[in-house]
Each structure stands twice: as structure tokens, then as C-alpha cells.
């Protein structure tokens, strides 16, 4: 039995570096609402999940892990996104660590946690099919059918890229060469004249009718 016991010790993963996130971003966000462990518990158990106030001292501690339902349930009660809780509040070129031999830049650790960009940090070459047909497979596994439809419109397109290229860009200001920050620039001038005609044709279709 004793063998057993440290066999599955062994097979059980510590808390890591996500884990450890939620607990910093736990303890931060209850101080910051004035909650003491015992009401977050007591809030908790009122939407039906319940979990002890000692409980609560040991996730803060990092003695012990947060599931997906804990998770939500603790976004719910203490009012932030769900991203609130899992990432740092940083944004920016500072890298953060999603498992053990994986770390990204702040910003594009964002990006991707809000369905806006694959987890990797490269210029997109019209001619790199594979780099194109995974970006277009993360937005199709990432969001539901319904924002995804959002997107091909062209005007939600041009803007959805917009966005897309100026959070890039900036950051990029500090990091990239200025030839990479050049191109990032490029592509949003012309991402904001395609969404500018794309509003001037809507405008045009409206007043026909």
C-alpha cells in the first residue's frame, strides 16, 4: 500500500507556474475586495460551489490546486474574467511562464488567451501557407460558430485585423527591428483603409435603401 501511495505521489503534478498565478491573483483580488477567506466561502457556497475557508488559505498558499469549475466559480463571485485569474495583470514585452519550458511575451500571452492570436510571435509571410492555415485553425477551434461568422464580414475582418496589427505594433516598438516595426505599420495602414472603405460602402448600401 505504502508503494501504491508514493507511486501515485509520484504520477501527480505540482502546482505550476498557472497555478501559482491563480493563487497570487486569488489573494490579490480578495484583499483588493475586502473579502475575508470565510465570506469568499460563504459566497461561494451560495452559487453552489462550495469551498472552505481553510481551503481557500491553502490555494492562496499554493497547497492546493484550482479546477476549471473552482476557477469559475471564484471569477464569478469575485467579479473578474476568468483570464483575471489565470494570467498576470502585465502587458508588454515581460514573459510569462505557461508550463515549465514554455514562456511568452505578456502581450501575445493576452492575445491568445482572448481568441485574437495563436500563441506565436512571428510576421505572417502571404507565401508560409502552414503559418496561415494554423492561424486560421486556432480562430475556428477558438470561437464559437457565431463570432467566428462575425469576422468574415469584411468590415469585422478589417477591424478585428486592425486591432490586430496596432497591438502588435506597439510593443513591437521596443522589441522588433525597425524594418519588423515598419511592416507592422504598413499592415495596419492598410488594414484601417480597407475598414475605412468597408464603412464608406455600408454608408453607400444604407443610403440606397
Given at each position: 500500500?505504502a ?6 505521489k ?11 498565478q491563480?493563487?497570487e491573483?486569488?489573494?490579490s ?11 469568499l466561502?460563504?459566497?461561494?457556497g451560495?452559487?453552489g460551489?462550495?469551498?472552505q ?5 491553502k490555494?492562496e498558499?499554493?497547497?492546493r ?14 467579479n473578474?474574467?476568468?483570464l ?51 492561424t ?16 468574415k464580414h ?17 510593443p ?20 484601417h483603409?480597407?475598414?475605412t ?13
Amino acid at each position: 500500500m505504502a508503494a501504491e501511495e508514493q507511486r501515485a505521489k509520484r504520477q501527480t503534478n505540482d502546482v505550476g507556474p498557472t497555478g501559482a498565478q491563480v493563487a497570487e491573483n486569488l489573494r490579490s483580488f480578495r484583499t483588493e475586495r475586502g473579502l475575508s477567506t470565510i465570506r469568499l466561502s460563504q459566497l461561494l457556497g451560495e452559487i453552489g460551489r462550495p469551498i472552505q475557508a481553510t481551503g481557500i488559505t491553502k490555494i492562496e498558499k499554493k497547497e492546493r490546486k484550482v479546477d476549471v469549475d473552482d476557477l469559475v466559480a471564484l471569477a464569478l463571485v469575485l467579479n473578474v474574467s476568468p483570464l483575471a485569474l489565470l494570467l498576470p495583470s502585465v502587458d508588454g514585452d515581460e514573459m510569462v511562464p505557461l508550463a515549465p519550458t514554455v514562456e511568452l511575451p505578456a502581450w501575445l500571452v493576452w492575445e491568445w488567451a482572448e481568441g485574437a492570436s495563436p500563441a506565436i510571435d512571428v510576421l505572417v509571410d502571404d507565401g508560409d501557407d502552414s503559418l496561415v492555415r494554423e492561424t486560421h485553425a486556432y480562430e475556428s477551434l477558438s470561437l464559437p460558430p457565431q463570432r467566428l461568422n462575425e469576422r468574415k464580414h469584411p468590415a469585422s475582418r478589417a477591424a478585428f485585423m486592425l486591432r490586430k496589427q496596432v497591438r502588435q505594433l506597439v510593443p513591437g516598438l521596443r522589441r522588433d527591428t525597425p524594418s519588423a516595426s515598419a511592416y507592422r505599420l504598413a499592415e495596419a495602414q492598410r488594414w484601417h483603409q480597407r475598414l475605412t472603405d468597408e464603412l464608406d460602402q455600408i454608408k453607400d448600401d444604407l443610403g440606397k435603401e
